[in-house]
């Protein structure tokens, strides 16, 4: 191609040179996009301008990147209703993709301040903290931390916490979510998720932040998902009531 001209926006082009190749089908969803070294001399332009570009990307979910494995081409993203809020087993199972789940730590803790509050305990009280690693396609997206009222859920340690937690729940402790309430909040991940999902620290992400309730409007679970921001496409359907 000609030679890109030098200036602040050189960025914006390169952006929309590779977001026409990934919308016309050149470069393939969840394909691994050339190396840096190798974009920048066919795109004729410094790897530190194609970074920016490729950021850009980034942001606006057409790409990823993935530590020490290079940049890939988005994929379809998960829809996400919030009126149903399916759980995430089944969620991206009727979308045709396979979820799976690990579980990273079961731990007991003293409730927070701030845990204290979203269980409707008091502080200092046993919980559960539970995290885990969930994955699409064999692609890690997302990182939970699940905090549960300790009392309400004894030898919860000892279950199998590599599935649905909302079935666990249910089967073991009779105990079903009729509702919850939901947060969505734009985030960049810190090191620590981050390491767990193979991107850098600072990366974009999506953090949704669930409180179940059971039957009896008691606090079941108080959950903090930390979703990769190229992945999610959340809907809502609203009605006109005037």
Same mark, same amino acid.
């Given at each position: ?16 040179? +590779? ?14 996009? $050339? ?37 890939? !081409? ?8 919030? *009126? ?13 993709? +396979?979820?799976?789940? @690990?579980?990273?730590?079961?731990? @007991? ?14 502080? *200092?009280?046993? !919980? ?7 994955? +699409? ?6 990182? @939970? ?55 850098? $620290? ?5 953090? +949704? ?9 008691? !606090? ?14 959340? @809907? ?7």
């Amino acid at each position: 191609m000609e030679k890109l001209k030098k200036n602040r926006r050189t960025y914006l082009i390169l952006r929309d040179v +590779i977001a026409e190749k990934i919308a016309s089908g050149f470069y393939q969803a969840n394909q691994r996009l $050339p190396s840096e070294r190798e974009l920048a001399e066919e795109l004729q332009t410094t790897r530190l301008t194609l970074r920016d570009a490729l950021f850009q990307l980034e942001i606006e979910g057409k790409v990823f990147r993935m530590d020490r494995r290079g940049w890939y !081409v988005s994929g379809k993203r998960l829809s996400f209703d919030i *009126g149903l809020d399916k759980g995430f087993m089944t969620n991206v199972s009727d979308q045709g993709y +396979i979820p799976t789940t @690990e579980l990273i730590f079961c731990e @007991e803790e003293a409730a927070s301040g701030m845990l204290a509050e979203a269980l409707n305990i008091t502080k *200092g009280d046993p !919980v559960y903290h539970i995290q885990r690693k969930r994955s +699409i396609n064999n692609r890690p997206v997302l990182i @939970e931390d699940i905090y549960l009222d300790l009392s309400r859920y004894p030898g919860l340690h000892h279950a199998n916490l590599d599935s649905s937690l909302s079935v666990v729940l249910a089967d073991i402790y009779g105990i079903k979510v009729k509702y919850s309430d939901i947060q969505i909040t734009p985030i960049a991940f810190n090191d620590l998720h981050a390491k767990s999902l193979h991107v850098s $620290p600072g990366t974009p992400g999506t953090l +949704i932040t669930r409180t179940s309730y059971d039957a009896d409007c008691k !606090v079941m679970e108080f959950d903090q998902e930390y979703w990769l921001s190229d992945v999610l496409r959340v @809907e809502l359907r609203t009605s006109n009531k005037y």
